[in-house]
T-cell receptor, first 115, second 113 residues
Framework: DSGVTQTPKHLITATGQRVTLRCSPRSGDLSVYWYQQSLDQGLQFLIQ???????AKGNILERFSAQQFPDLHSELNLSSLELGDSALYFCASSVGVGPSGNTIYFGEGSWLTVV | SQKIEQNSEALNIQEGKTATLTCNYT??????LQWYRQDPGRGPVFLLL?????KEKRKERLKVTFDTTLKQSLFHITASQPADSATYLC????????????FGKGTKLSVKP
Protein backbone atom coordinates (compact mmCIF):
# COMPACT_ATOMS: atom_id res chain seq x y z
CA ASP A 1 0.00 0.00 0.00
CA SER A 2 1.58 3.25 -1.19
CA GLY A 3 -0.53 5.47 1.05
CA VAL A 4 -2.01 7.32 -1.95
CA THR A 5 -5.77 6.87 -2.13
CA GLN A 6 -7.80 7.28 -5.29
CA THR A 7 -11.55 7.17 -5.76
CA PRO A 8 -13.50 5.86 -7.53
CA LYS A 9 -11.67 2.69 -8.55
CA HIS A 10 -13.90 2.12 -11.55
CA LEU A 11 -16.18 4.45 -13.45
CA ILE A 12 -18.31 3.95 -16.54
CA THR A 13 -19.88 6.97 -18.13
CA ALA A 14 -21.29 8.13 -21.44
CA THR A 15 -19.71 10.40 -24.03
CA GLY A 16 -20.25 14.07 -23.36
CA GLN A 17 -20.46 13.61 -19.62
CA ARG A 18 -18.24 15.02 -16.89
CA VAL A 19 -16.51 13.11 -14.09
CA THR A 20 -14.35 13.96 -11.11
CA LEU A 21 -11.53 11.77 -9.88
CA ARG A 22 -10.29 12.24 -6.35
CA CYS A 23 -6.87 11.71 -4.80
CA SER A 24 -5.56 11.85 -1.26
CA PRO A 25 -1.76 11.97 -1.16
CA ARG A 26 0.42 10.22 1.37
CA SER A 27 0.53 11.88 4.74
CA GLY A 28 3.12 14.65 4.65
CA ASP A 29 3.43 14.78 0.85
CA LEU A 30 2.88 18.22 -0.64
CA SER A 31 3.14 17.37 -4.34
CA VAL A 32 0.41 15.65 -6.28
CA TYR A 33 0.78 14.44 -9.87
CA TRP A 34 -1.81 13.16 -12.31
CA TYR A 35 -0.99 10.66 -15.05
CA GLN A 36 -3.06 9.01 -17.74
CA GLN A 37 -2.25 5.49 -18.91
CA SER A 38 -3.75 3.95 -22.00
CA LEU A 39 -2.62 0.82 -23.81
CA ASP A 40 -1.06 2.58 -26.76
CA GLN A 41 0.33 5.69 -25.06
CA GLY A 42 1.86 4.44 -21.87
CA LEU A 43 2.00 6.71 -18.82
CA GLN A 44 1.42 10.33 -19.82
CA PHE A 45 2.05 13.16 -17.38
CA LEU A 46 -0.92 15.49 -17.10
CA ILE A 47 -0.32 17.99 -14.32
CA GLN A 48 1.37 18.56 -10.98
CA UNK A 49 0.41 20.60 -7.93
CA UNK A 50 2.58 21.57 -5.02
CA UNK A 51 1.00 22.83 -1.83
CA UNK A 52 -2.06 24.08 -3.67
CA UNK A 53 -0.29 25.72 -6.60
CA UNK A 54 -0.01 24.39 -10.12
CA UNK A 55 3.63 23.51 -10.65
CA ALA A 56 3.96 21.77 -13.99
CA LYS A 57 1.74 20.98 -16.90
CA GLY A 58 2.05 18.15 -19.37
CA ASN A 59 -0.22 16.89 -22.12
CA ILE A 60 -3.42 17.84 -20.40
CA LEU A 61 -6.37 18.57 -22.65
CA GLU A 62 -8.33 21.79 -22.24
CA ARG A 63 -11.37 19.67 -21.37
CA PHE A 64 -9.49 18.46 -18.29
CA SER A 65 -8.72 20.51 -15.21
CA ALA A 66 -7.37 19.82 -11.77
CA GLN A 67 -6.93 21.49 -8.43
CA GLN A 68 -5.35 20.83 -5.07
CA PHE A 69 -7.23 21.86 -1.98
CA PRO A 70 -5.92 23.28 1.32
CA ASP A 71 -6.07 19.82 2.90
CA LEU A 72 -3.80 18.72 -0.01
CA HIS A 73 -6.24 16.35 -1.63
CA SER A 74 -6.61 16.80 -5.35
CA GLU A 75 -9.33 16.40 -7.93
CA LEU A 76 -9.06 15.83 -11.66
CA ASN A 77 -12.10 16.97 -13.62
CA LEU A 78 -12.73 15.48 -17.04
CA SER A 79 -15.48 17.01 -19.13
CA SER A 80 -17.08 16.53 -22.54
CA LEU A 81 -15.80 13.00 -22.38
CA GLU A 82 -14.88 11.14 -25.55
CA LEU A 83 -14.33 7.45 -26.17
CA GLY A 84 -10.59 8.09 -26.38
CA ASP A 85 -10.53 9.34 -22.81
CA SER A 86 -11.04 5.78 -21.59
CA ALA A 87 -7.89 5.02 -19.62
CA LEU A 88 -6.43 4.38 -16.22
CA TYR A 89 -5.82 7.65 -14.37
CA PHE A 90 -3.16 7.63 -11.71
CA CYS A 91 -2.46 10.05 -8.95
CA ALA A 92 0.96 10.12 -7.36
CA SER A 93 2.52 12.13 -4.56
CA SER A 94 5.92 13.11 -3.28
CA VAL A 95 7.31 15.06 -0.38
CA GLY A 96 9.13 17.72 -2.33
CA VAL A 97 8.30 20.21 -5.00
CA GLY A 98 9.24 17.88 -7.83
CA PRO A 99 10.37 14.32 -8.47
CA SER A 100 14.00 15.38 -8.74
CA GLY A 101 15.60 13.02 -6.31
CA ASN A 102 12.26 12.35 -4.64
CA THR A 103 10.48 9.06 -4.83
CA ILE A 104 6.98 9.48 -6.12
CA TYR A 105 4.30 7.12 -4.86
CA PHE A 106 1.43 6.07 -7.07
CA GLY A 107 -2.11 5.23 -6.13
CA GLU A 108 -3.92 2.23 -7.55
CA GLY A 109 -5.62 4.31 -10.23
CA SER A 110 -9.13 5.07 -11.38
CA TRP A 111 -10.35 3.08 -14.36
CA LEU A 112 -12.47 5.27 -16.58
CA THR A 113 -14.53 3.73 -19.35
CA VAL A 114 -16.41 6.05 -21.68
CA VAL A 115 -19.17 4.37 -23.66
CA SER B 1 11.81 17.53 -25.64
CA GLN B 2 13.15 14.45 -23.90
CA LYS B 3 12.19 11.03 -25.26
CA ILE B 4 12.60 7.64 -23.64
CA GLU B 5 12.86 4.34 -25.45
CA GLN B 6 12.70 0.99 -23.77
CA ASN B 7 14.01 -1.32 -26.43
CA SER B 8 11.96 -4.42 -25.81
CA GLU B 9 8.24 -4.52 -25.39
CA ALA B 10 8.57 -8.00 -23.96
CA LEU B 11 11.36 -10.13 -22.55
CA ASN B 12 11.03 -13.82 -21.72
CA ILE B 13 13.66 -15.55 -19.64
CA GLN B 14 14.13 -18.72 -17.63
CA GLU B 15 14.02 -18.71 -13.86
CA GLY B 16 17.45 -18.25 -12.33
CA LYS B 17 18.84 -16.27 -15.25
CA THR B 18 19.69 -12.57 -15.25
CA ALA B 19 17.21 -10.26 -16.92
CA THR B 20 18.64 -7.15 -18.53
CA LEU B 21 16.34 -4.32 -19.58
CA THR B 22 17.43 -1.29 -21.55
CA CYS B 23 16.36 2.34 -21.36
CA ASN B 24 17.64 4.88 -23.85
CA TYR B 25 16.95 8.59 -23.86
CA THR B 26 17.48 11.35 -26.37
CA UNK B 27 18.60 14.92 -25.93
CA UNK B 28 20.10 16.11 -22.68
CA UNK B 29 21.27 13.87 -19.87
CA UNK B 30 18.97 13.98 -16.88
CA UNK B 31 20.19 14.57 -13.36
CA UNK B 32 18.74 11.22 -12.33
CA LEU B 33 16.86 8.27 -13.71
CA GLN B 34 14.33 6.05 -11.96
CA TRP B 35 13.03 2.52 -12.45
CA TYR B 36 9.55 1.37 -11.50
CA ARG B 37 7.72 -1.94 -11.49
CA GLN B 38 4.10 -2.13 -12.57
CA ASP B 39 1.82 -5.15 -12.19
CA PRO B 40 -1.32 -5.43 -14.35
CA GLY B 41 -4.01 -2.97 -13.27
CA ARG B 42 -1.86 -1.61 -10.45
CA GLY B 43 0.05 1.59 -9.89
CA PRO B 44 3.79 1.74 -10.62
CA VAL B 45 6.03 1.04 -7.65
CA PHE B 46 9.37 2.80 -7.26
CA LEU B 47 12.41 0.50 -7.31
CA LEU B 48 15.63 2.45 -7.74
CA LEU B 49 16.94 5.93 -8.48
CA UNK B 50 20.38 6.56 -9.94
CA UNK B 51 21.95 9.98 -10.27
CA UNK B 52 24.07 11.20 -13.15
CA UNK B 53 27.26 11.04 -11.10
CA UNK B 54 26.61 7.41 -10.13
CA LYS B 55 27.70 4.68 -12.51
CA GLU B 56 25.92 1.86 -10.72
CA LYS B 57 23.38 1.29 -7.97
CA ARG B 58 22.36 -1.97 -6.31
CA LYS B 59 19.46 -3.11 -4.20
CA GLU B 60 19.24 -6.79 -3.33
CA ARG B 61 18.96 -8.64 -6.66
CA LEU B 62 18.54 -5.42 -8.65
CA LYS B 63 21.30 -3.45 -10.32
CA VAL B 64 21.02 -0.28 -12.36
CA THR B 65 23.72 1.35 -14.45
CA PHE B 66 23.71 4.82 -15.95
CA ASP B 67 25.92 5.73 -18.90
CA THR B 68 25.52 9.38 -19.81
CA THR B 69 27.83 8.98 -22.82
CA LEU B 70 25.65 6.29 -24.35
CA LYS B 71 22.50 7.98 -22.96
CA GLN B 72 21.48 4.64 -21.60
CA SER B 73 20.49 2.88 -18.41
CA LEU B 74 20.53 -0.86 -17.92
CA PHE B 75 18.37 -2.58 -15.31
CA HIS B 76 19.42 -6.07 -14.21
CA ILE B 77 17.54 -8.60 -12.12
CA THR B 78 19.83 -11.44 -11.08
CA ALA B 79 18.63 -14.92 -10.11
CA SER B 80 15.23 -14.04 -11.58
CA GLN B 81 12.08 -15.61 -10.18
CA PRO B 82 8.56 -16.00 -11.61
CA ALA B 83 7.46 -13.38 -9.04
CA ASP B 84 9.64 -10.86 -10.90
CA SER B 85 7.27 -11.06 -13.87
CA ALA B 86 5.88 -7.57 -14.38
CA THR B 87 6.31 -4.50 -16.56
CA TYR B 88 9.33 -2.38 -15.73
CA LEU B 89 9.27 1.33 -16.48
CA CYS B 90 12.14 3.73 -16.86
CA UNK B 91 11.49 7.36 -15.90
CA UNK B 92 13.35 10.64 -15.92
CA UNK B 93 12.65 14.32 -15.75
CA UNK B 94 11.23 15.64 -18.98
CA UNK B 95 12.78 19.03 -18.71
CA UNK B 96 11.15 22.39 -19.14
CA UNK B 97 9.38 22.39 -15.82
CA UNK B 98 9.90 20.77 -12.50
CA UNK B 99 7.63 17.87 -11.79
CA UNK B 100 7.45 16.58 -15.30
CA UNK B 101 8.61 13.00 -14.76
CA UNK B 102 8.23 11.15 -18.05
CA PHE B 103 8.04 7.40 -18.45
CA GLY B 104 9.03 4.93 -21.09
CA LYS B 105 6.38 2.53 -22.34
CA GLY B 106 7.92 -0.25 -20.33
CA THR B 107 9.28 -3.73 -20.89
CA LYS B 108 7.08 -6.65 -19.93
CA LEU B 109 9.24 -9.29 -18.28
CA SER B 110 8.07 -12.89 -18.06
CA VAL B 111 10.14 -15.30 -15.99
CA LYS B 112 9.32 -18.94 -16.73
CA PRO B 113 9.83 -21.60 -14.07
Amino acid sequence: DSGVTQTPKHLITATGQRVTLRCSPRSGDLSVYWYQQSLDQGLQFLIQYYNGEERAKGNILERFSAQQFPDLHSELNLSSLELGDSALYFCASSVGVGPSGNTIYFGEGSWLTVV
Amino acid sequence: SQKIEQNSEALNIQEGKTATLTCNYTNYSPAYLQWYRQDPGRGPVFLLLIRENEKEKRKERLKVTFDTTLKQSLFHITASQPADSATYLCALEGGGSQGNLIFGKGTKLSVKP
